[in-house]
């Protein structure tokens, strides 16, 4: 069935691999089944990303009608995508919001990723791999993806003690994983090149802390720009032309940050993060509504796009490849931020509910964690081709399960309503309905 499917497009499009309408038409196909198994997945109680993915599934690795060269071509999509889910995150950390939880948030945040890094090393170590092999893959496992958790609150209008709790979780610990995979990194390269040998201390740690450093000062810069914008000049347009200006900036911050990302090696969700938590803390009430709103509506396409193209670029066969290592690895990661964010919720005297459920939802892994592995795969040799098959085995699981689980402890916390799903938007495209409002005390924003 997919060698026929596959002839009769090769047929109307000519060259698969580098026909840039092939590529839009798969991309339509992928949307289109994306949204009809999203819903049917809905029907069946799982989350519509687990739909999504396996959309992209039934397209690429079963029918192969998208190719290796075809998502390559529809990357910016994806990084598109991740750059508006960032931009999101940021605009919920309305900070006096969480002036009484900064605490416990930035302990869980360190907590669970330095006890999921731990953990894995160690289970490696165990089981015989190399340190350079331990300390790579320990670094990856800390990485959590965002985007499921944002699709699943936005579209079940999850809100919560667990909700407010991991939003800010998922976006700092990419900041924190960024530190650890630099430090890992540099010493695995070290360990395999020349045995260890002229390990430099300051470069090691410094790396990290610039890509960090710049990232975040460029995402207050732009922040900045546009809160000032949005304060003294779009607020006084009429509605229609504010809905059009307001959408306009966002798209712009997005494109800008998925740019300085890709030329200048700064993190893909960090950059968009700190401008949407920067504008968010300058603007009103009434701005951020609207802001989330008209964003809301434009990016249902892309969410559906990026999670089937996720499941179109899954590979069966790494599965097998993967082997006893990457049974331990992806077994080890679950356990690491389950004990981890249950430890860090201690520490930091979370409430029962959140200890209990939100290392639920911090298990699906994705954008963050394939950056990682193209960088160790590129810099390590065959060491890094080796860790790529693992980690990649590791997200094929983590993509169709971990939206599941995450759910689930939503659900168990009552963030969700067990069985509801908000219908209020009766088009088929709609995926984000309108953001969980902020709670507040006074009529001024957040």
Not at 139 to 163: D, H, N, S, V
């Amino acid at each position: 069935m997919g060698i026929i499917m596959n002839m009769f497009f090769l047929n109307v499009f000519g060259n698969l691999d580098f026909d840039i309408y092939y590529e839009l038409m798969m991309l339509c196909v992928l949307i289109v089944l994306g949204i009809l198994l999203g819903k049917l997945a809905e029907k069946l109680s799982i989350p519509a990303v687990t739909g999504y993915i396996v959309a992209g599934i039934l397209v690429g690795p079963v029918l192969h009608l998208v190719t290796e060269e075809v998502t390559g071509g529809l990357k910016i999509i994806s990084n598109i995508a991740i750059g508006f889910i960032a931009y999101s995150i940021g605009m919920e950390l309305w900070l006096p919001k969480y002036k009484n939880s900064a605490k416990e948030i930035l302990i869980l945040t360190f907590v669970q990723a330095i006890m999921t890094t731990v953990i894995v090393f160690f289970a490696l170590l165990v089981f015989k791999q190399s340190v350079a092999v331990a300390l790579l893959l320990s670094a990856i496992a800390c990485a959590t993806a965002p985007a499921p958790l944002m699709m699943i609150i936005k579209r079940y209008k999850a809100k919560g003690r667990l909700t407010d709790t991991v939003l800010p979780v998922v976006g700092l610990d990419d900041g924190v994983g960024i530190i650890i995979f630099g430090v890992n990194l540099a010493v695995a390269k070290a360990l395999i090149n020349n045995g260890g040998e002229n390990i430099n201390i300051f470069k090691i740690i410094l790396t990290p802390l610039k890509e960090l450093g710049l990232s975040i000062l460029l995402g207050v810069i732009v922040g900045l720009i546009v809160g000032v914008l949005s304060n003294k000049v779009i607020k006084n347009f009429a509605k229609h032309d504010k809905n059009d200006t307001y959408l306009s900036l966002a798209i712009i911050c997005v494109f800008l940050s998925v740019t300085a990302a890709h030329y200048f090696s700064l993190s893909p969700i960090l950059v968009p993060m700190v401008i949407g938590m920067t504008v968010t803390n300058m603007i009103d009430k009434d701005t951020f509504k609207t802001q989330t709103r008209v964003i809301d509506k434009f990016t249902p396409p892309l969410m559906i796009a990026f999670f089937t193209l996720a499941g179109a670029e899954l590979d069966f066969k790494i599965l097998v490849n993967a082997g006893l290592v990457g049974i331990i690895y992806i077994l080890a990661r679950i356990i690491g931020k389950y004990v981890g964010s249950y430890i860090g919720c201690l520490i930091g005297g979370s409430p029962k509910e959140v200890r209990n459920h939100i290392g639920l939802t911090l298990l699906p892994q994705g954008g963050v964690a394939i950056g990682m592995v193209i960088t160790v795969a590129n810099e390590c040799g065959d060491v890094g081709k080796m860790i790529q098959t693992i980690v990649l085995a590791g997200i094929f699981i983590y993509e169709l399960f971990g939206p599941i689980l995450a759910k689930i402890g939503f659900e168990r916390t009552g963030d969700i309503v067990k069985g509801a799903l908000n219908e209020s938007n009766n088009d088929a495209n709609t995926v984000a309905l309108e953001t969980t409002e902020v709670s507040q005390t006074s009529e001024s924003q957040k």
